[in-house]
């Protein structure tokens, strides 16, 4: 799976768009991005994943560059309760057969 | 739908005990859950693939025969820390491929505090 660069730590002002980077430089064709965010003492939660396309969902948008080798994740609305790691993960489909590799993550926290 | 359940949200055990961590697929069958760790500060590193009917594979610098996994039936596995000791003291997450197959769902996780 291609490694991915993330900020350490980010904040955001309540009721603004959340912003996160991720870089992706050695992303392969046939790798996904997936974002899975994790709030403090639970399980990670899965957010959105994409190819190429842009995708958006009830929780967040995903913007792929053109190239592939970045990518943003922007929380439309943030509330205090986004307040977690962000974890930017690329992996090709194996029809989950291995588990995740995760990185650090983006530590955002929202600021009332 | 998808949900994994873990059991139990905290455990805290005495050295040397044996604590079991099950983690349940609630709506949807899963032949293959993973179990990870969690230091204070750190990322999740996985630990180990438990696959329904046949042995678990460990990463690497897991040791089977302390982490002991069973999978015995398409909506349970179980993770059971024998020995306990504090370096152990830890959080334990387990996770299943969403049915749909698109990405997967975890469980809330147990925290294990060996005394």
């Not at chain 1, 050695?26 to 939660?45: A, K, M």
């Not at chain 1, 913007?63 to 970045?70: F, H, M, P, V, W």
């Not at chain 1, 090709?92 to 650090?104: Q, S």
């Not at chain 2, 994994?4 to 604590?19: D, Y």
Request: hydrophobic share 30%; with cysteine; glycine share 8%.
């Amino acid at each position: 799976d291609a490694k991915t660069t993330q900020p350490p730590s980010m904040d955001c002002a309540e009721g603004r768009a959340a912003n996160l980077p991720c870089n992706h430089s050695t992303i392969s064709g046939n790798e996904y991005v997936y974002w899975y965010r994790q709030i403090h003492s639970q399980g990670p939660q899965y957010i959105i994943h994409g190819l190429k396309n842009n995708e958006t969902n009830e929780m967040a948008s995903l913007i792929i560059t053109e190239d592939r080798k970045s990518s943003t994740l922007i929380l439309p609305h943030a509330t205090l309760r986004d307040t977690a790691v962000y974890y930017c993960i690329v992996r090709d489909e194996r029809g989950g057969a291995d588990g995740l590799t995760f990185g650090k993550g983006t530590h955002l926290i929202i600021q009332p | 739908g998808a949900v994994v359940s873990q059991h139990p949200s905290r455990v805290i055990c005495k050295s040397g005990t044996s604590v079991k961590i099950e983690c349940r697929s609630l709506d949807f069958q899963a032949t293959t859950m993973f179990w990870y760790r969690q230091f204070p500060k750190k990322s999740l590193m996985l630990m180990a693939t438990s696959n329904e009917g046949s042995k678990a594979t460990y990463e690497q610098g897991v040791e089977k025969d302390k982490f002991l996994i069973n999978h015995a039936s398409l909506t349970l596995s179980t993770l059971t820390v024998t020995s306990a000791h504090p370096e152990d003291s830890s959080f334990y997450i387990c996770s299943a491929p969403t049915p749909r197959g698109v990405g997967y769902t975890f469980g809330s996780g147990t925290r294990l505090t060996v005394v």
